[in-house]
């Protein structure tokens, strides 16, 4: 298994060197087609001294400015990526998060920096993560480069974590060190069970990778630490939550891997 077609998104609002410098060693890395998407769309309403309005011609500027910074970013795209790489560019006048849902379809990864709250012009990592049905690499704040040396899988028997799994196989097939490790409560020797069955179906696939069980209740916070604490560059994890009237709700650890910017974090659903 590879990644045969990698999206990266360019925030419009940042600079996209960092985002795009990463995305174009993972194409090297894994032999893939890179596509560049940028997306910003006009917010519908407009402040005014009388209050939030239609303004037909105030739109029409805003979508000017967003063509123009679209173009510049395309410029940028095919300065930084170089010809020796299968690459194309798409952009769109809308929000990103739906931007990048309709390119999903087509993506085997979706690589893009942390989000952010104006969803006309950031891209919502939750919404994205949950409905692109795709693995999302969220980078770490303005990292240029992911060598995924050492991959901590956080792990928990469920869906989602094994949809992670299997999603991350390419980094955790290129990776120095693969630790699996776990929070979940219980009978501990059902968990030692499970995280032996990981190993095992990791094995098969030509990974090593050691077990670990992380002591206390499942928390964000705990996990993070224990990343950093083996020097992990990149964590895997199942994302879990459900949309209701349009909101989406997480679980305590979900929360603070979407926070987390310090540590690049593979995330499926």
């Known amino acids: 298994m590879s990644y045969k077609t990698i999206v990266v998104n360019l925030a ?8 795009v410098k990463l995305a174009t060693e993972l194409a090297q890395r ?8 940028a997306a910003a769309d006009v917010p519908p309403l407009v402040s005014t001294g009388e209050g939030l309005v239609y303004e037909g011609e105030v739109m029409q500027i805003q979508r000017l400015e967003i063509e123009k910074r679209l173009a510049e970013l395309r410029d ?41 709250e104006d969803v006309f012009r950031a891209v919502d990592i939750a919404s994205l993560v949950l409905g692109a049905g795709r693995p999302v690499l969220v980078a770490a704040g303005n990292a240029e480069h ?14 989602e974590a094994r949809r992670a799994l299997s999603d991350s196989l390419p980094f955790l097939a290129k990776a120095n060190e693969v630790v ?47 990343a950093r604490s083996i020097h992990a560059d990149l964590i895997v994890s199942g994302a879990y939550g459900h949309s209701r009237l349009r909101e989406w709700a997480f679980g305590g650890v979900t929360r603070s891997l979407i926070r987390e910017s310090g540590i690049s974090r593979l995330l499926s659903n």
Request: proline share 3%.
């Open 12 to 19: 419009i609002d940042a600079s996209p060197a960092p985002i």
């Open 30 to 37: 894994f032999e893939a087609h890179l596509v560049g998407l």
């Open 76 to 116: 940028n795209f095919d300065k930084l990526v170089p010809g020796s790489i299968s690459s194309e560019w798409t952009q769109y006048i809308c929000g990103p998060t739906r931007a990048l849902g309709l390119v999903a379809r087509s993506a085997d990864l979706i690589v893009t920096a942390d989000g952010g």
């Open 146 to 159: 992911l060598l995924g040396k050492t991959v901590l899988v956080a792990w928990k028997d469920s869906r």
């Open 180 to 226: 699996i490790a776990t929070m979940e409560g219980g009978s501990g020797e059902d968990v030692r069970n499970s995280l032996a069955d990981v190993a095992v179906f990791l094995e098969q696939h030509g990974i090593m990778a050691r077990t670990e069980m992380i002591a206390g209740d499942a928390d964000g916070d705990r996990l993070v630490a224990f």
